[in-house]
Protein backbone atom coordinates (compact mmCIF):
# COMPACT_ATOMS: atom_id res chain seq x y z
CA UNK A 1 0.00 0.00 0.00
CA UNK A 2 1.38 3.55 -0.69
CA UNK A 3 1.83 6.04 1.97
CA UNK A 4 -1.29 8.50 2.07
CA UNK A 5 0.23 12.17 2.24
CA UNK A 6 -2.17 15.18 4.02
CA UNK A 7 -2.54 18.69 1.92
CA UNK A 8 -0.98 21.66 3.68
CA UNK A 9 -2.72 24.48 2.90
CA UNK A 10 -1.41 28.05 4.24
CA UNK A 11 -3.53 30.68 5.19
CA UNK A 12 -3.39 34.34 6.45
CA UNK A 13 -5.59 35.89 8.78
CA UNK A 14 -6.75 39.70 7.49
CA UNK A 15 -9.09 41.87 9.52
CA UNK A 16 -12.65 41.70 7.91
CA UNK A 17 -14.14 44.10 10.21
CA UNK A 18 -12.16 46.48 7.68
CA UNK A 19 -13.35 45.19 4.52
CA UNK A 20 -16.54 46.04 2.45
CA UNK A 21 -18.25 43.47 0.46
CA UNK A 22 -16.37 44.63 -3.07
CA UNK A 23 -12.72 44.23 -0.62
CA UNK A 24 -13.90 40.87 0.39
CA UNK A 25 -13.75 38.80 -2.51
CA UNK A 26 -10.33 36.28 -2.02
CA UNK A 27 -9.52 37.49 0.97
CA UNK A 28 -8.49 34.33 2.90
CA UNK A 29 -9.97 34.12 7.08
CA UNK A 30 -8.42 31.17 8.38
CA UNK A 31 -8.79 28.38 6.16
CA UNK A 32 -11.90 29.77 4.38
CA UNK A 33 -11.53 32.30 1.19
CA UNK A 34 -14.21 34.87 1.16
CA UNK A 35 -15.59 34.93 -2.48
CA UNK A 36 -18.39 36.89 -2.30
CA UNK A 37 -21.49 38.76 -0.30
CA UNK A 38 -24.36 36.98 -0.72
CA UNK A 39 -26.34 38.79 2.83
CA UNK A 40 -26.84 41.61 4.46
CA UNK A 41 -28.66 42.33 7.84
CA UNK A 42 -28.78 44.07 11.02
CA UNK A 43 -26.62 41.92 12.74
CA UNK A 44 -23.82 41.55 9.97
CA UNK A 45 -22.78 40.02 6.89
CA UNK A 46 -23.20 36.46 5.10
CA UNK A 47 -20.39 35.98 2.42
CA UNK A 48 -20.25 32.37 0.20
CA UNK A 49 -16.83 31.41 0.96
CA UNK A 50 -14.55 28.79 0.37
CA UNK A 51 -13.03 25.64 2.80
CA UNK A 52 -9.43 25.62 1.54
CA UNK A 53 -8.50 22.57 3.99
CA UNK A 54 -11.61 20.21 2.67
CA UNK A 55 -12.25 22.11 -0.48
CA UNK A 56 -15.99 22.70 -0.45
CA UNK A 57 -18.22 25.53 -0.88
CA UNK A 58 -19.50 27.78 2.76
CA UNK A 59 -21.57 30.29 3.90
CA UNK A 60 -19.58 32.71 5.99
CA UNK A 61 -21.27 34.99 8.74
CA UNK A 62 -19.96 37.95 10.41
CA UNK A 63 -21.60 38.91 13.39
CA UNK A 64 -21.04 42.30 14.76
CA UNK A 65 -20.59 42.76 18.63
CA UNK A 66 -22.00 46.39 18.26
CA UNK A 67 -24.97 45.58 17.18
CA UNK A 68 -28.62 45.48 18.72
CA UNK A 69 -29.08 41.32 19.68
CA UNK A 70 -25.70 40.16 18.76
CA UNK A 71 -24.82 39.03 21.96
CA UNK A 72 -26.71 35.43 22.16
CA UNK A 73 -24.82 34.17 18.23
CA UNK A 74 -22.97 31.65 20.35
CA UNK A 75 -26.13 30.34 22.09
CA UNK A 76 -28.07 30.48 18.99
CA UNK A 77 -25.18 28.69 16.78
CA UNK A 78 -24.95 25.34 19.76
CA UNK A 79 -28.17 25.14 19.39
CA UNK A 80 -28.36 25.01 15.88
CA UNK A 81 -25.27 22.64 15.65
CA UNK A 82 -27.17 20.49 17.99
CA UNK A 83 -30.15 19.96 15.63
CA UNK A 84 -30.16 17.43 12.59
CA UNK A 85 -32.89 18.13 10.34
CA UNK A 86 -33.38 18.99 6.39
CA UNK A 87 -34.61 22.20 7.66
CA UNK A 88 -31.50 23.35 9.35
CA UNK A 89 -27.97 24.34 7.76
CA UNK A 90 -25.05 22.80 9.54
CA UNK A 91 -22.76 24.56 11.21
CA UNK A 92 -19.38 23.83 10.71
CA UNK A 93 -17.13 26.23 12.91
CA UNK A 94 -17.60 29.19 15.15
CA UNK A 95 -15.04 31.83 16.78
CA UNK A 96 -14.48 35.13 17.55
CA UNK A 97 -11.87 38.40 16.45
CA UNK A 98 -12.72 40.85 19.19
CA UNK A 99 -15.75 42.84 17.98
CA UNK A 100 -17.09 39.59 15.54
CA UNK A 101 -18.43 36.32 15.90
CA UNK A 102 -17.99 34.14 13.14
CA UNK A 103 -20.10 30.92 11.96
CA UNK A 104 -19.00 28.61 8.99
CA UNK A 105 -22.17 26.95 7.46
CA UNK A 106 -23.37 24.59 4.69
CA UNK A 107 -24.10 26.94 1.99
CA UNK A 108 -27.57 25.97 0.53
CA UNK A 109 -28.11 27.10 -3.22
CA UNK A 110 -30.65 29.65 -4.05
CA UNK A 111 -30.69 30.68 -0.28
Known amino acids: MGEASATSVEVSLTPVSILSAHDAAGIALGRYRLDKQIGQGGMGQVFEGWDLLLQRQVAIKRVQFSAPGAQGWLEEARCIAALSHTGFVA ?20 I
Open 91 to 110: IHEAWTDGPNGYLVMERVQG
